[in-house]
């Protein structure tokens, strides 16, 4: 099937993916049903000389149709939607890589730990709009702000998060495919929002090693 989305490249895209699209047509034929219905009424329902109007309550059975039956359909959503929250936001997996973004006006403050695998220590490794993490493996996000809500948006990853100052929120994604993907702010956050951008920069086994050794030479 041909996308107008980004490319998806994290493993749990292809499910967001699917409601998205189920819930795009669902409105769109919706969109289209009530459109033409509105179309046909101005035809046949136009000013006529000679034909007066007429006053009408409604139709009982047809409002209780409408009402019924985009509430079953939200119901279905809900429920076909609930084991994909659940896996995105509601469990977070075994973390192979843990890597701190703080946001701030106006970029990504993007913070790796050293070779004791702890965040918050002297051998931190601190970057700006950068962040580096290896293919196929799990990425824990700990997410932070410094001054106004951000929003950490991965849009080839299907990832996004609000960051709210005083509060560290976790998020996930596994990349399944090598390459450099666009990091914006999806959330109005003043003037320099449109220039908050950064890069996720997903390397190979064997390149993501070499990063790794070159920044920590001990590791």
């Not at 990091?183 to 190979?204: I, K």
Request: charged content about 20%.
């Amino acid at each position: 099937m041909m996308s107008w989305l980004p490319e998806n490249v994290s493993t749990y895209g292809k499910d967001i993916d699917r409601l998205f699209y189920l819930i795009y047509y669902i409105t769109g034929a919706t969109f289209l049903l009530v459109a033409v219905t509105m179309v046909a009424f101005l035809i046949l329902y136009r000013h006529r000389e000679g034909r007066p109007a007429r006053y009408t309550h409604g139709n009982t059975t047809l409002e209780i149709i409408w009402t019924i039956v985009p509430a079953v359909i939200l119901v279905v959503l809900s429920f076909m939607s609930q084991a994909t929250w659940g896996h995105v936001k509601g469990h977070m997996p075994p973390a192979d890589v843990h890597v701190q973004v703080t946001a701030k006006q106006f970029n990504w403050e993007v913070t790796y730990p050293g070779p004791d695998g702890k965040l918050g220590t002297q051998d931190d490794l601190e970057m700006e709009n950068e962040v580096h993490v290896p293919v196929n493996k799990v990425i824990i996000v700990h997410l932070k702000s410094k001054d106004v809500i951000h929003s950490f948006f991965l849009p080839n990853f299907r990832l996004k998060q609000d960051a709210v100052p005083g509060r560290e929120i976790q998020a996930w994604f596994q990349a399944t495919k090598p390459g450099r993907y666009e990091l914006p702010c999806a959330e109005l956050c003043g003037f320099g929002h449109s220039g908050m951008r950064g890069w996720v920069y997903v390397h190979p086994a064997d390149e993501y090693d070499k990063w790794v050794k070159e920044h920590w030479p001990s590791a």
